[in-house]
């Protein structure tokens, strides 16, 4: 089975915590954080680095949590921008899979191998992880090293 090399987005890719008051936004059920997060890397580097490992056989993919508490239509409001975020800030990827999922979600149950990758600013999650996790230091050139 092919390797799934996985991102999180906020803390990894995407700089949610960045945004002024994200956490009031996020309270007041307003999905403008996860909009306007910068991205926390050179995303055109990657976007380069991710093509040619899929081209070298390699799935991509992420999986990210929504906030810790949302009602069912903040949910689905958040999915959308976040996949809206990747599509304006990856456009030539093509995602093989994108899982935004409830906060707390364990995330190595969308681990397939041991072979699969998570970059993942959370300890926990790299921990937890049935594969090799890495921090979010050198996501470019642990990849490039591929």
């Known amino acids: 089975m092919t390797a799934t090399i996985f991102f999180d987005m906020d803390g990894t890719i995407a700089d949610l915590y960045g945004v002024e008051n994200w956490l009031d936004y996020l309270i007041a059920s307003d999905t403008l954080p996860y909009a306007i997060a910068k991205p926390l890397l050179r995303l055109s580097s990657l976007a380069r680095v991710l093509n040619r490992l899929q081209r070298e056989g390699y799935r991509i993919g992420v999986i990210s949590w929504l906030s810790k508490s949302g009602t069912a239509e903040y949910n ?24 935004i999922v409830k906060y707390g979600t364990p995330k190595q149950m969308f681990a397939r191998t041991e072979n699969d990758i998570l970059f993942d600013d959370e300890e926990k999650n790299r921990n937890n992880w049935t594969g090799k996790a890495f921090d979010v230091n050198a996501i470019i050139e642990i990849l490039k090293g591929m």
Do not use: P, Q, R
């Open 76 to 99: 689905n409001a958040v999915t959308e921008t976040k996949k809206n975020w990747l599509k304006k800030h990856l456009a030539s990827v093509s995602f093989d899979e994108i899982h």
